[in-house]
């Protein structure tokens, strides 16, 4: 083969490149994977401490109390979320239809961008309007404020995953429908919407991981309190914004809380997170099958 | 040059057709009747427009992206283009099956058979009777009548394919079309459904486009050949009974096509 001209040229140094390519690569992984673990590790390590059944159930106590617990904030942030679910959910999942549906045009491109927009704002920015729109004009706090500043952040996620989610259904299982004599709204909430269901559940667990460990929002609507409170009219306790509020506090209690709450938090986006892949993973094999 | 092959009065028949995609013409100018209770085969090269003609006979076309079409297709002599024509009532009188099986992922086999079949507030068994006869004349009762509940997803290729055929008998249409309903399928399973082609043109119009000119010639009455002219335009070289078409074709095109000279 030498003597045909067949043989690589260089070949040693093309085997030591390509070892050293793969090398770094597994290096910058390693890093990063290093990095996160070490953030997942010091949380457990600092936060597994504080958790307790009072610490899930308890109002916090105040300054010289021992004990007291997270479960105002914990309660607030279910009904808080709730209600952002509900909110952003109809609104996310219709936009994405009409997206995937009647996608081309001026409308459907500035829907997109505008998205887009939405999904890049500072979510401090988000709480501000969040103010400046309830708070301010209703002159107080509230739950359903922080609900609203959460939906705002669910939405451009849920419009462009749901839309995504859509368009991933084969379009000749759409074809079908309509070769059946259905209407485009049957074909598409009978048939393609079911077929989407995975997809979108993963994109609706995927929002709210994104908005459950958010406090800036919360600073300027829900505001906190120290009791029990199920009334979103008036302001709630949630579990961020209790995590915020103690880690800065000088007082090794309330630090140690603020691990364990932030440990709660850390464990919330990782059962959403891992909810979603096991969804999708679900979603793929259907639409493959 | 575009031929009729049978008498005036068919159920379907299409007069000077053109489907363009956005500017593209893909379907230029046919003019085609379909025979009655008969299966008529489109063959012809890919990309001569087949199944575009296909797509066009139960509006399925202007789903398409940038989709239209000029010239009349008439079902019963209405022109089921014609703005007050409300496209959902001809896709139930003009069914279709797809070149890859497209079961409803989500509904279970009894419910993708009865998808468009039968009506509202009807009883169950009812609805039961309608899916066994549909599931039967497909060939598939004997299969899957101990696994209605199952997903359809469970089934082989063949299986699937078939369910779509009795999907679409269920809705009780008057033409079925068949976009190379075998094409996905294994020699076997393509017996079964050229059997099934066979005995459902007692009941219903077909029109299937195939590639396979030797599955023309054996399931069809009737065969049209296509071809696209040098702007890549579909048009419609000769259509006559099969028998005379695959042995003394009046078209030069066709006798090079059907001998394997081209396509």
């Known amino acids: 083969m030498a003597q045909n001209g067949l043989r690589y040229k260089g070949l040693r140094r093309r085997r030591i490149a390509s070892w050293l390519g793969i090398a770094l690569a597994f290096c910058c992984a390693a890093i990063a994977a290093a990095s996160l673990l070490v953030i997942l590790g010091y949380v457990v390590v600092q936060g597994v401490g504080a958790i307790n059944f009072d610490f899930l159930t308890q109002l916090p106590h105040p300054i010289g109390v021992p004990g007291g617990g997270v479960g105002n904030g914990i309660l607030g942030t279910f009904i808080i979320l709730g209600i952002a679910t509900l909110m952003a959910v109809p609104i996310g999942l219709?936009?994405?239809?009409?997206?995937?549906?009647?996608?081309?045009?001026?409308i459907p491109e500035a829907l997109r961008f505008l998205s887009d927009v939405l999904s890049g704002v500072p979510s401090i920015a988000i709480g501000l309007f969040a103010y400046a729109v309830l708070v301010a004009p209703l002159r107080h706090f509230s739950g359903f404020s922080a609900s609203f500043a959460f939906m705002m952040l669910m939405l451009p996620l849920l419009v462009r995953t749901?839309?995504?989610?859509?368009?991933?259904?084969?379009?000749?299982?759409?074809?079908?429908?309509?070769?059946?004599?259905?209407?485009?709204?049957?074909?598409?909430?009978?048939?393609?919407?079911?077929?989407?269901?995975?997809?979108?559940?993963?994109a609706l667990l995927l929002a709210i991981a994104r908005v459950i460990g958010e406090t800036a929002p919360l600073l300027f609507t829900a505001f906190g309190t120290q009791f029990w409170e199920t009334n979103p009219g008036n302001p709630m306790a949630v579990l961020a914004l209790q995590v915020f509020n103690y880690a800065i506090s000088p007082y090794a209690t309330w630090q140690a809380q603020a691990w364990g709450g932030s440990l709660l938090l850390v464990g919330a986006v990782f059962v959403l997170s891992l909810g979603a892949r096991l969804m999708l993973r679900r979603s793929m094999k259907g639409l493959e099958a | 040059m575009s031929a009729v092959a049978a008498p005036a009065g068919d159920l379907?028949?299409?007069?000077?057709?053109?489907?363009?995609?956005?500017?593209?013409?893909?379907?230029?100018?046919?003019?085609?009747?379909?025979?009655?209770?008969?299966?008529?085969?489109?063959?012809?090269?890919?990309?001569?427009?087949?199944?575009?003609?296909?797509?066009?006979?139960?509006r399925i076309h202007?789903?398409?992206?940038?989709?239209?079409?000029?010239?009349?297709v008439l079902l019963d002599g209405t022109d089921i283009y014609d703005v007050s024509v409300d496209p959902m009532a001809i896709r139930r009188r003009i069914g279709m099956v797809f070149q890859r099986p497209n079961?409803?992922?989500?509904?279970?086999?009894?419910?993708?058979?009865?998808?468009?079949?039968?009506?509202?507030?009807?009883?169950?068994?009812?609805?039961?009777?309608?899916?066994?006869?549909?599931?039967?004349?497909?060939?598939?009762?004997?299969?899957?009548?101990?696994?209605?509940?199952?997903?359809?997803l469970r089934l082989s290729g063949?299986?699937?394919?078939?369910?779509?055929?009795?999907?679409a008998v269920a809705a009780q249409p008057d033409v079925l079309l068949m976009d190379e309903a075998t094409a996905s399928l294994d020699p076997i399973a393509t017996a079964v459904i050229?059997?099934?082609?066979?005995?459902?043109?007692?009941?219903?119009?077909?029109?299937?486009?195939?590639?396979?000119?030797?599955?023309?010639?054996?399931?069809?009455?009737?065969t049209a050949f296509m071809l696209a002219d040098e702007s890549g335009t579909g048009r419609l070289i000769e259509v006559d009974e099969t028998s005379k078409l695959f042995t003394k074709p009046s078209n030069p095109k066709t006798e090079d096509y059907i001998t394997g000279r081209f396509g």
């Open chain 2, 103 to 152: 079961p409803f992922p989500t509904l279970s086999i009894l419910d993708n058979t009865l998808a468009c079949a039968g009506r509202r507030g009807m009883r169950r068994s009812e609805k039961l009777a309608i899916a066994e006869r549909a599931l039967r004349s497909a060939a598939l009762w004997d299969e899957v009548k101990d696994k209605l509940k199952t997903s359809p």
């Open chain 2, 194 to 222: 050229e059997e099934l082609m066979a005995s459902l043109s007692d009941s219903f119009t077909i029109v299937a486009v195939t590639h396979n000119m030797q599955q023309a010639a054996r399931v069809s009455d009737v």
């Open chain 2, 158 to 167: 063949g299986q699937q394919q078939r369910l779509c055929i009795a999907r």
């Open chain 1, 162 to 202: 749901s839309e995504q989610a859509i368009r991933s259904v084969p379009q000749s299982v759409r074809e079908g429908a309509l070769a059946l004599g259905m209407s485009n709204f049957r074909a598409t909430v009978g048939i393609v919407l079911p077929t989407a269901r995975p997809a979108i559940i993963t």
């Open chain 1, 94 to 106: 219709l936009t994405g239809i009409y997206l995937s549906l009647f996608g081309r045009g001026v």
């Open chain 2, 12 to 58: 379907l028949a299409v007069d000077r057709l053109s489907a363009y995609y956005g500017d593209r013409k893909a379907v230029g100018d046919l003019s085609l009747r379909f025979r009655t209770k008969a299966i008529t085969a489109l063959i012809g090269p890919s990309g001569c427009g087949k199944t575009t003609l296909l797509r066009c006979l139960n």
């Open chain 2, 62 to 72: 202007e789903v398409s992206t940038d989709g239209r079409v000029e010239g009349r």
